[in-house]
């Protein structure tokens, strides 16, 4: 039996060594072929220093049961999913741990389903059979005929894709902090910024798995201030950081203010619906009202869907969406075959600032004011106690549960989820002022009664 904890909301993660083993990553690649039926499959890998073993499992487990493998080598995760939809690949398998620690590793899946469309595997979208099909003491075995191993170098058709989404020449040369977290994004951000008349101040662009300047999750305050801290001392226009996969992106305003993605999404919702008229946009749960403001002022049509990237995903092609962000930093694109991207928003985001000549402060606060608490994790034993609790307390808000619970006030509202990778609850509160945030954030935090804890 393998540990059962690694079968994830969005994807196979865990401890490496521990919880997810080079016996593991095999044993899934078996299953992932009886799964999918594929027969050419895509497979890279992130910097972490687990990578190089597990990606070689994953390779042999697919070549036994006579799939094809085309090897991209270590890449981002959005190269992975362009390389899967851009050359018809009947899926892709990518490992990373994302944003996690670096004693972390992981897997990340597309396939082509029985509609013929290229899809994500996640929870109720095919996880728990790949769950079961894994635990199955037949389920490693040979065919006659091994498959391939390949070869392939995608890296200019990537960049000239992210690139037509901007017109480059209207790019003015920006003064840009840029820190890869010594994950995927130096070697990313090489590639898709050359030749642009950019100032560039690059932090941390050597790719590391030992990750030694500072965990690779930006959204964590700790691990964003060296870079709030240098385009400060530079006077740089704007900041971008990354995860240690790239699948998000951050921005810092000229101001050193940290901007959370729902603000983003808000300010790309809005110039895709203005380019698009009419269009829909798909955002998550725990996002602040301006980004349906924003998307409906715009003409545009707003759906909310609950959090992470295989919901989102299917989300957007129910409904046709040409757009869709989460505040976590997650932004898709139909273009790009509804998958996510982290250097297409950078490129937009510059674009944006080039051509209205406003900084990135002035684009946000255009949007209005929405003031927002950010995510706030409690250590938690029982979740339906708390869910019980907090709908007892608020039981004259409007009560939603398409992630978790949200209640919802006039001036005020709350969105309380368990965590897809941590024994966590993640509180989110937006109200009309910063001192009603701070009032309401004590408030459920009393009913919930549990420890705070922060991410790393």
């Not at 972490?48 to 990606?55: A, I």
């Not at 009419?278 to 602040?288: E, K, L, P, Q």
């Not at 608020?394 to 006039?410: A, N, R």
Request: charged fraction near 25%; aromatic fraction near 10%; glycine fraction near 10%.
């Amino acid at each position: 039996m393998l540990d059962q904890s690694i079968f994830r909301s969005y994807d196979v993660r865990g401890e490496f060594g521990s919880e997810l083993t080079e016996e593991a990553a095999y044993i899934i690649a078996h299953a992932y072929a009886e799964f999918t039926g594929a027969k050419r499959v895509v497979v890279g890998m992130d910097v972490r220093t687990s990578s190089p073993v597990l990606m070689g499992a994953v390779v042999r487990g697919l070549l036994e049961r006579g799939c094809d493998v085309i090897d991209i080598g270590m890449v981002s995760t959005d190269v992975s999913y362009f390389s899967a939809w851009k050359y018809a690949f009947d899926g892709s398998i990518m490992v990373t741990a994302s944003h996690m620690p670096k004693q972390f590793n992981g897997l990340k899946f597309l396939y082509v389903n029985a509609e013929g469309i290229l899809v994500p595997i996640g929870k109720g979208l095919g996880m728990e059979q790949l769950r079961d099909l894994a635990n199955r003491p037949d389920i490693v075995r040979d065919v006659k005929k091994q498959g391939t191993l390949t070869g392939k170098d995608v890296w200019d058709d990537y960049v000239a894709f992210v690139r037509s989404f901007v017109d480059i020449g209207a790019i003015k040369p920006l003064h840009v902090v840029m820190d890869a977290g010594n994950g995927m994004g130096g070697l990313v951000a090489e590639k898709v910024f050359s030749g642009l008349p950019l100032v560039r101040a690059d932090m941390n662009f050597e790719p590391d798995g030992r990750f030694p300047h500072h965990s690779p999750n930006p959204i964590v305050p700790k691990n964003r201030a060296d870079i709030i801290a240098k385009v400060k001392e530079v006077g740089a226009d704007l900041g971008i950081a990354w995860d240690a996969d790239c699948d998000r992106c951050y921005f810092i305003d000229e101001k050193g203010t940290f901007i959370n993605g729902d603000f983003i999404t808000a300010l790309l919702g809005k110039y895709f619906v203005q380019r698009n008229p009419g269009a829909s946009i798909v955002y998550d749960a725990v996002s602040n009202r301006g980004v349906r403001h924003a998307v409906e002022a715009a003409g545009g049509i707003a759906y909310m869907e609950r959090v992470g990237h295989v919901y989102i995903k299917h989300k957007m092609r129910e409904i046709h969406a040409v757009f869709g962000g989460e505040t976590s930093g997650h932004y898709y694109f139909a273009e790009n075959h509804h998958m996510d991207n982290g250097f297409i928003p950078a490129l937009i985001v510059m674009q944006m600032m080039s051509v209205t000549d406003k900084s990135l402060s002035a684009l946000i606060g255009e949007l209005g004011e929405y003031h927002v608490s950010g995510e706030i994790n409690y250590i938690v034993e029982d979740v339906d106690a708390i869910y019980a609790r907090l709908k007892e307390s608020f039981s004259d808000g409007k009560v939603t549960t398409i992630d978790g619970l949200s209640i919802d006030y006039p001036e005020w509202h709350f969105n309380v989820r368990p965590s897809a990778t941590d024994p966590v609850i993640r509180l989110n509160v937006e109200a009309t002022s910063p001192t009603m945030v701070r009032d309401k954030v004590a408030l459920v935090s009393e009913i919930i009664g549990a420890d705070q804890v922060e991410d790393d």
